[in-house]
């Protein structure tokens, strides 16, 4: 999966997780009580603590809670105090909220931390450690899927390049090739080189082979895997992949057998007209190492590491521009002296 589409899917998620965070009427009716609450009775001061309770209370304790404080903090009582009747208000609204579904709510935010008026709305002064947890779970999931994704290519790849290799083989040495490879009794002469071309998607699905442990302790039937791949090679094949002018879609190999035994196949790029060596089993495993945040690091580092290349080349060519114009300047001072003389 490429760099941005990575980035279009953490995008999407978080424009999906987003809307989550919207508040609600309730939640500005629980914003506004708590802020004014705290600029009454104190900073730090809670629904709980303005009944004398703990979170945990039950609702029959909040409704006993409330009945006896209404009665210390009714007006009637504090007829001296002009802010006595907003207290006893504000008593009644914190026992409504306690004792509805409004309270988990509360509790969420009691919680979580309470936003803060900022003039335009409620803010947070802090991340709030639930869009902390959001934002690593959205990133861990973007990597866990690049990464599975790579898993899926890479078995894929070795499967065609591993039946790429047993055809040429299979094209190069016949149907007895696996007894050229483990050199086993009875295995053909073969060449040195061999040059194939051969249809990609046109190829036999030849068995697996045995094993060299299986090779070592001779429990392979030759004759019976000769049979097996010139059935798969009759039996099996697909259509032809065509290229955009219609022809069937080839590649150029080179099949070797080195002195001491080992076959390589060498698949030719046509850009370049060079041969790299074909080999599932040299093929390099997708690794954490290479998901996109840490891509995204190392391009940063590679631009910093650039860009300081390119500061030291230019400041390397300005302390050469003026060696050369302090060379040249002297030599006009000693042309200069040198006429004097005269």
Known sequence: MRFWNIISIFVLALLLVVPAWAWENSDHEIFDLQAALESSEGKGVTFY?????????TAQQIKTAYRKRSVELHPDKHPQNPSAAKRFERLGLINKILRDERKDRYDHFLSTGFPKWRGTGYYYERFRPGLISVIVGVLG?????????????????????SQLRKAALFQAWGPKFFQVLYNAKGAPAVA????????VAFLPELPAGPTPAEVEQGKVDWDALEKEVRKSALTSGGS?????????RTVDLLVTRESDGEAIVWLLDPASGEFSELNEEKMLKPTFKES??????????????????????????????????????????????GGKRR
């Open 192 to 199: 040195q080189e061999k040059k194939l071309k051969l249809q």
């Open 141 to 161: 999931l973007t990597v866990l899927v690049e990464h599975m994704i790579k898993r899926l290519n890479f078995s894929r790849d070795v499967g065609r390049v």
């Open 49 to 57: 603590s303005m009944l004398n309770l703990t979170k945990d209370a």
């Open 292 to 337: 996109w945040p840490l891509r995204i690091v190392q391009r940063f580092r590679e631009g910093k590491a650039g860009q300081a290349v390119e500061e030291a080349a230019a400041e390397g060519a300005e302390a050469v521009s003026k060696a050369k114009e302090s060379v040249a300047s002297s030599s006009a001072v000693k042309k200069s002296k």
């Open 240 to 248: 032809p992949a065509r290229t955009g002018e219609g022809a069937p």
